[in-house]
């Protein structure tokens, strides 16, 4: 038996569907979030204590000015749940001086009138020790990168939704959805549920969910290290900038010592393993911890102690890197969010705001030209 419909159904309440939420509750609209884990949880994406969030975006000019509503939209909920939920490092995107990470971070600064400094190895490891990069390397540095507290971001999108009516139901996988008279009919292990729009930021789950991006939306195995520093004084928040650095390794990006005692550190893409989000193996091994630990020996060697705490997550990736963010051309009523290809977590803010204007008014004045479905051949 269906139950009452609703305006909105969003599946999925991690870092997007909980931003979704919250502004479509905001805006009076009859909305149901679903998500199969618990609220928060560490099965997907929006995990692992810290996430980076930076202006200077080396990927894609078009991404600050939606940097910067969600950084007004963060300091908003940061207001609203009166605990703080963004801490400002400064952020780092270091490199050789033609790497693609060096010279898109200096087009999106001077595209943008963002502040920044260029700077040498020799100077950026005067300015912050911790840092040890070789001598030919350059290094952005942006004052007004930092970090999110991705759980708490979550949770407070969700409690603030509820304040505003939003029903939720955790714990309760989606099996299915159709089209309806109505709009869309979502089927779950628990009930039946009607609505005018569907909402889906599934992460790892939507090449299963919304079969258009089957082959569009590719799950892999994500690894973080937290590494006890030798100079911890070296690696607090005020004097360790977040940083996004591309070796002869690899890319990788890493944290100074913030709620776990270590170092945390990544590498994008960790070991290329393409997974199925129901299987993957969620344990942390040896040869996980040596790529990391090779790393950090090498270009931060004062926070090369013992490993403290390993992670896995996933990222889901499109075939050129950039996010959906869409309507289904076939289904309209349909909107999608997600895959991120690990640089999302930070626009959840504003993507919230983006999904809650494409669910109500069927557009938004975010420019998503670049996020569309249609760049894909069969995109819709």
Sequence with gaps: MIQRPYDVIVIGLGAMGSAALFHL??????????????????????????????????????????LRRAYELWDELERSAGIPLRYTTGSIDAGPAASAVVEGSLQSCQEHDLPHEV????????????????????????????????????????????????????????????????GVVVTTERGVYEAEKLIVSAGAWMGKLVPPLSGLAVPERQVLAWMQPLRPDLFRPERF???????????????????????????????????????????????????????????FPAAAGPTTAMHACMFTNTPDKHFVLDMLP???????????????????????????????????????????????????
């Excluded at 149901?32 to 894609?60: K, M, Q, V």
């Design 241 to 299: 900038p977040v940083f996004n650095l591309v070796v002869e390794e690899g890319r990788y990006y890493g944290f100074p010592v913030f709620g776990i005692p270590g170092f945390k550190v990544g590498r994008y893409h960790h070991r290329d393993e393409v997974v199925d989000p129901d299987t993957m193996d969620w344990a942390c091994h040896p040869e996980d911890e040596r790529l990391l630990r090779a790393f950090t020996d090498r270009y």
């Design 25 to 66: 509750a905001r805006r009076g609209c009859t909305v149901l979030g679903l998500e199969r884990f618990n609220i928060p949880h560490d099965r997907g994406s929006s995990h692992g204590i810290t996430r980076i969030i930076r202006l200077a975006y080396y990927e894609h000019p078009s991404y600050v000015p939606l």
């Design 330 to 380: 076939s289904l309209p009523q349909v909107i999608v969010a997600s895959p991120c290809s690990g640089h999302g977590f930070k626009f959840a803010s504003v993507v919230g705001e983006i999904l809650a204007d494409l669910a109500t008014d069927g557009t938004t004045r975010h420019d998503i030209s670049l996020h569309r479905l249609g760049r894909f051949v069969g995109g819709g």
């Design 119 to 182: 700077l040498t190895s020799t100077e950026l490891t005067e300015r912050f020790p911790g840092y040890w990069l070789p001598n030919e390397f350059v290094a952005v540095l942006q004052p007004q990168g930092g970090f999110l507290l991705p759980e708490l971001c979550i949770s407070y999108h969700v409690i603030g939704a509820q304040g505003a009516g939003a029903e939720v139901h955790a714990r309760e996988q989606v099996l299915e959805w159709e089209p309806s008279p109505r």
